[in-house]
């Protein structure tokens, strides 16, 4: 069955990084675009970045220039390294693969961005 695991979250301060990742099973990880969101408490779910195959990508323009997304076929793995960290950021990201007709979703992981 298709499985999305994310890493790499956690507590960070303001002007700080972190790369997350999404380590991807169960389905032809080369064959599909993936994508990152986030949503904030209180707020919709939101899509912060997207890569295709092949590596095509676009972003959210709040992320734009802070945040890059990367993929390893190899290792079927999704990142997305997040420089210039602000607390707006704060918020649990999801990988998602969309597969045809179906949305997969990770269980989501905690970046908080706060001093």
């Known amino acids: 069955q298709v499985q999305l695991v994310e890493s790499g979250g956690g507590l960070v301060q303001p002007g700080g990084s972190l790369r997350l990742s999404c380590a991807a099973s169960g389905f032809a990880f080369s064959l599909h675009a993936m994508t990152w969101y986030r949503q904030a408490p209180g707020k919709e779910r939101e899509l912060v970045a997207r890569?295709?195959?092949?590596?095509?990508?676009n972003y959210a323009d709040s992320v734009k220039g802070r945040f890059t997304i990367s993929r390893d076929n190899v290792k079927r793995s999704v990142y997305l390294q997040m420089n210039s960290l602000k607390p707006e950021d704060t918020a649990v990201y999801f990988c998602?693969?969309?597969?045809?007709?179906?949305?997969?979703w990770g269980q989501g992981i905690q970046v908080t961005v706060s001093s």
């Open positions: 998602n693969a969309q597969l045809y007709a179906i949305a997969y």
């Open positions: 890569i295709t195959s092949p590596d095509s990508t």
